[in-house]
């Protein structure tokens, strides 16, 4: 606990897919070795979100905001974090802002300084982003999508103050090097940090950084043009879904297999870019799974799933892609329909909703600097 009597939260923000959770469940463990108390606050669109049960899964203390992003649903965001102070007394919050969503030095960090009803004080922002992509964006090679989802992307960057260049390790070693340096030259004002959040202590460096007693947030807000802004949240797709695949159990693995591999070859072959996969995994007596797929390939996935126990999978689907929302559903519960029926089972969906995200409507939007 800091010395003024306040805690710290931390804000991760930065793009679909990008390792925001990764990284905040490698902190967060980090830190609860040392005897820190730590919450979590995810965040999204949607209501049925795979982020909320992996965290849970981790064993760490987690609320969410869901059904849009922090800034449209600021209330609930303190709410939320007095739920935290309430059950868990922890010194370190993170919250998860959702992959779609800029502004928000304006939109939360602002309202926490001056309008807060909680004892949490706003203690960092970081921004992350996938070094693959950023390398492709700072060599100004086309991004599979469409411009206005790239003025997010790019926004999004724009507003941090530290920027995590996450994902390093799938850029070859003197292209890390060089990435990190044409980094610094493009953005002069921002502290740079190259991460592999998967390595042991991967995290180590972001953590020490955001954990010295300096604050470390943007003050300027951003000047973003919420028109840009609310089209490319707009032409992306949200599903988010539970549903049960019964099969016999020794075809329970294939069956995902095949649903899965046939999810993403109909997305390649309408050419339509994926900004976060994610599928929870459950069959009776084995260990949940996770499986996440994001914008640059995941190549022989597949290898590392282990059996599954039972032929009933129960699966929490969550969707991020561009493309039309109806039709996003109707493709992927298609191909476990298919895989299902293929292995001599049957599909069936519990909760299903597809959605294109609202126009940004912030709560406050603090703009003086
Ligand atoms: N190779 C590699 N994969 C990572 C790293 N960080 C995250 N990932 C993977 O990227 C995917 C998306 O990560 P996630 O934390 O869910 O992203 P989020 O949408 O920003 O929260 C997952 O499959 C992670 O395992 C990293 O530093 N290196
Ligand atoms: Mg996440």
Known sequence: MSADNTYR?????????????????????????????????????GKYLVDTAFFKLSDLPTVEVNGGCFCCNYNDLEKQIHTLEQQVKPDIIFAESVGSCADLVATVIKPLLQLRQTAYIPASLSVFTDARLLRLRLKDLPLPFSDNVIYIFDQQIEEADLLIINKIDLVSPPIQQELIESARQRYPTKEIIGQNSLAPDGITAWLNR????????????????????????????????????????????????????????????????????????????????????????????????????????????????????????????????????????????????????????????????
């Open 9 to 45: 939260l931390h804000l991760v923000g930065g793009f679909l897919g990008s390792g925001k959770t990764t990284a905040i469940i490698a902190a967060a463990k980090a830190l609860m070795k040392r005897g820190v108390r730590v919450g979590v606050v995810t965040n999204d669109q």
């Open 210 to 369: 955001i954990e010295n007693r300096n604050s470390m947030y943007p003050i300027v807000p951003l000047s973003i043009d919420y028109q840009r802004y609310g089209a490319g949240e707009a032409q992306l797709a949200w599903l988010d879904e539970t549903l049960i695949i019964s099969v016999p159990a020794e075809h329970a693995r294939a069956t995902l297999i095949e649903s899965i591999n046939d999810i993403l070859a109909n997305l390649t072959a309408h050419k339509i870019t994926i900004g976060h996969l994610k599928f929870l995994v459950s069959s009776n007596a084995g260990p949940d799974i996770k499986l996440s797929f994001t914008t640059v390939e995941t190549p022989k996935w597949d290898e590392n799933l282990p059996s599954l126990h039972s032929g009933e999978i129960h699966l929490m689907v969550n969707a991020r892609v561009e493309m039309e929302a109806q039709a996003l559903r109707i493709l992927i519960n298609n191909c476990f329909e298919q895989a299902a029926r293929k292995f001599g089972g049957s599909m069936h969906i519990e909760q299903s909703d597809a959605f294109h995200p609202k126009f940004p409507q912030p709560t406050y939007r603090i703009l003086d600097s």
